[in-house]
């Protein structure tokens, strides 16, 4: 196990030096002059031309690469343009608001996703199975930023049962431990911040939630169904099993292969931040922070969110493929559990 | 002589498909005493397995469906037994053994957990002790150091292994019945001849009950009493194995002994006899016997009614109107 995950991780090595030297190039490929966006419309071009010598924007792309990647590797991921702040932080504080956005929705999708996809399978063509499975279509077609400022109209604004905007209300005292509002708020025992930040969770993940809980749904259903059909299955049954744990310890811990290869991709995804969902509700998170970037021209900032996604893609898929030794026993190479 | 261990009567289980319906157990009697082993014979898709599932009320519903007759087991109607019911009795007093043991085992659970888990729920012990206990059924069925073996997953075993934990697992709880169904088809020679070798030993022990379900005359030859020859969903032939190897009446069942290759060296090599044609489409069986379009006997009566099972000297019935 250690040997794999260590092969692993010296993989990512090669895949960081991949993304840095893409994410270099196109950046510099796409119009726009960070410079030039710094100082304004009318500023003079003696003005342009020493910030871009500040900013070391005047050597070669080879030399500029050379000076980033040395400074990679001392852990320095460099300055945001815009704010002057290293990088390093401005991505940490906001990884934190994304992290908490997706574990929810994570949580929210998986459980309603595998609940409605088992239920849908051995039910098949009842009246729960269609209705599951066409809100599944509907959550898979429906464009989120819809959604999202639907749930904000008919919950904020209409019944005013949650907040529309934020992590939590402001003027609430907030002491920082770890960065997790939620977390922090069990740690110093402040039940009323708890809950108040849960509320202002809720509509950001479910909306978050929709897309990957349909997906989860369908691959649950169909994958179950495969399963349900299969001679162990009978077997099970034979023994005089409840239909219970015929489901959940016989067929469900087969079908969760590509089940949670459906999760896993998810979640990576949504770690990279939700930019429609982030600006709707005003989640200060990663989505938003990287589109901001992009288009102020923050190299520094756009190359350090990339290869930090590129991280965290690796991280994830390593614990989905180490959650597939633990699910399936065939694929423990060394027959060791 | 006391009341039989299993008696069906009139069993007709139908598939509804969308192309109509599929009668693929169509008036099956049999009964089997306590102890005895009953070969059940016929070609692919005459309705053994659909009989043995429907003993065990393993048909898949709604499409699936047991319409008429009754199976009695211990006094009771399993026909009317409600799930619950069934449950108490799957794997309890009724476990079953199928065709392939690479397939049947669950593959992402360890032998001794699939074992262990029957014992659990049919007997009151403890985690321990029904892990025990499955230790001690793996070494019964011959499985080489149990102990070590009962911690293993099924893809780690052979072919002839995972169907001895099968049947570790059918008579774990000491059933009064083990339905094998098909139990050496997947199985090469050898092991065949182990696995039967196993049945048979373990029957005497446990003193199971067994319905043998197989296309093989010969296994049939080597441990049943008693052999019911099917048919197109129903029992064409019953007698004991002596008489039924001796005196086939059916002509079907002469036909089934015909088409045994002959030994090389006996007598002059003959050419291979068949029993010509096909089995007819379960969706649409021709009026009157159901054999009728294969019969080298066929007359004008069996174009006209369905034969009734016919009683012949002892336990020999046979149903065709050649007979009456």
Not at chain 2, 102 to 124: C, F, R, W, Y
Not at chain 2, 144 to 162: D, F, K, L, T
Request: charged share 20%; glycine share 8%; aromatic share 8%.
């Amino acid at each position: 196990m250690a040997r794999f995950i260590s092969r692993r991780l010296f993989h990512l090595i090669f895949i960081l030096i991949g993304v840095s030297i893409l994410v270099f190039l196109m950046l510099r490929l796409i119009p726009g002059d960070p410079a030039h966006l710094l100082v304004g419309e009318l500023a003079s071009p003696q003005d342009i031309a020493r910030i871009r010598e500040k900013l070391g924007l005047d050597s070669s792309y080879v030399y500029q690469y050379f000076i980033y990647a040395s400074n990679l590797l001392k852990g320095d991921m460099g300055t945001s343009i815009r704010s002057n702040v290293p990088v390093s932080q401005e991505i940490f504080v906001r990884f934190l608001a994304t992290v908490e956005l997706s574990i929810a929705a994570m949580l929210i999708s998986s459980l309603i996703g595998i609940l409605a996809g088992v239920i849908s399978s051995v039910r098949q063509y009842s009246i729960f199975d269609y209705f599951s499975m066409m809100m599944a279509l509907v959550g898979i077609s429906m464009p989120i930023f819809w959604l999202g400022l639907m749930l904000m109209y008919l919950f904020s604004v209409k019944w005013g049962i949650l907040p529309m905007m934020g992590r939590f209300t402001m003027g609430l005292d907030y002491h920082v431990i770890s960065g997790l509002v939620m977390l922090d708020s069990l740690l110093s025992g402040d039940i009323q911040l708890f809950f108040n930040s849960v509320k202002h969770l809720i509509l950001p993940a479910f909306t978050l939630a929709t897309i990957p809980m349909a997906i989860i749904a369908r691959m649950t259903r169909s994958s179950m169904l495969e399963v349900m059909s299969k001679d162990y299955i009978r077997t099970a049954r034979a023994k005089g099993l409840s239909r219970g744990t015929v489901i959940f310890r016989h067929a469900l811990k087969n079908a969760f292969l590509p089940i949670i290869t459906v999760i896993g991709l998810n979640f990576g995804l949504l770690l990279g931040g939700a930019v429609l969902t982030e600006t709707i509700f005003s989640w200060p998170g990663l989505g938003r922070y990287v589109v901001d970037s992009l288009s102020a021209r923050d190299y520094p900032a756009v190359q350090g969110c990339i290869l930090f996604f590129a991280v965290i893609m690796v991280i994830v898929n390593l614990t989905v493929d180490i959650f597939y030794l633990y699910l399936d026993p065939r694929l423990r190479i060394d027959g060791k559990g | 002589m006391a009341a039989p261990l299993l008696e069906i009567q009139g069993l007709k289980t139908f598939f509804f498909t969308r192309k109509g319906v599929v009668k693929a157990v169509d008036g099956v009697d049999l009964s089997l005493n306590e102890g005895e082993t009953l070969g059940l014979v016929g070609e692919s898709g005459c309705g053994k397995t659909v009989t043995a599932l429907s003993i065990m009320r393993l048909i898949s519903e709604p499409i699936g469906r047991i319409t008429e007759g009754s199976i009695n087991f211990e006094g009771k109607d399993l026909v009317a037994a409600t799930e619950s019911e069934m449950r108490k009795i799957r794997g309890n007093r009724i476990s079953m053994i199928f065709q392939e043991p690479m397939t049947s085992l669950n593959p992402v659970l360890k032998v001794g957990d699939q074992i262990s888990e029957a014992i659990q729920l049919h007997q009151d012990v403890s985690k321990k002790e029904a892990w025990d206990r499955s230790i001690e059924m793996l070494r019964l069925v011959g499985i080489p150091s149990p102990e070590s073996r009962v911690n293993e997953y099924p893809h780690q075993m052979s072919g002839g292994m995972r169907q001895r934990v099968m049947i570790g697992m059918a008579l774990s709880c000491h059933p009064k019945l083990m339905i094998a169904d098909e139990p050496t088809t997947a199985l090469d020679v050898t092991i065949q001849a182990q696995i039967l070798d196993l049945i048979n030993r373990l029957k005497e022990r446990v003193g199971s009950a067994i319905l043998l379900i197989t296309h093989n005359l010969g296994v049939v030859a080597e441990v049943a009493q008693y052999v019911g020859v099917m048919y197109a969903g129903y029992i064409v032939e019953y007698a004991d194995v002596i008489t039924l190897f001796k005196e086939p009446r059916h002509p079907y069942t002469v036909g089934l002994f015909q088409s045994i290759p002959k030994k090389k060296g006996s007598a002059k090599r003959e050419r291979l006899q068949a029993i010509p044609g096909l089995v007819p489409d379960l969706l649409e069986l021709p009026k009157g016997c159901k054999f009728q379009d294969r019969c080298s006997r066929v007359f004008q009566r069996c174009r006209e009614e369905a034969p009734l099972l016919l009683k012949l000297n002892g336990s020999h019935q046979v149903r065709c109107w050649l007979y009456e």
